[in-house]
């Protein structure tokens, strides 16, 4: 098992960055990692992920403005929030897979408690 405690939202306006942080109880290498993002009455969706060999992958609604990345000595991965939109406003959650190689839809199995982010036009 692994806890993640995510941290970073707030508020920004629309061009600006945000950096969200996701702090992991033990290390998770090997392993997926990834960032999903729910808008306010929509369902959760996918938007970053790591998978085992550490190769990141976007959604093209993030493509080119997000950036995850990991320091595994620290734990913690990051996503770097640039050219933000009025759209990315929503909640964010950090979520580690129990295997290599994963889906947005299937293979993570533990999840932080979110974070709002807030962008204003």
């Known amino acids: 098992q692994v806890q993640l405690v995510e941290s970073g939202g707030g508020s920004a306006q629309a061009g600006g960055s945000l950096r969200l942080s996701c702090s992991f109880s033990?290390?998770?290498?090997?392993?997926?990692m990834g960032w999903f993002y729910q808008a306010p009455g929509k369902e959760r969706e996918g938007i970053a992920k790591l998978e085992g060999d550490r190769r990141p992958q976007y959604v093209d609604s993030v493509k080119g403005r997000f950036t995850i990345s990991q320091d595994s000595a620290k734990k913690i991965m990051y996503l770097q929030m640039d050219s933000l939109k009025p759209e990315d406003t929503g909640m964010y959650y950090c979520?580690?897979?129990?295997?290599?190689?994963?889906?947005?839809?299937?293979?993570?199995?533990?999840w932080g408690q979110g974070t709002q982010v807030r962008v204003s036009p």
């Open positions: 979520a580690a897979g129990i295997y290599y190689r994963c889906s947005y839809d299937v293979g993570f199995a533990y």
């Open positions: 033990r290390d998770w290498s090997g392993q997926c």
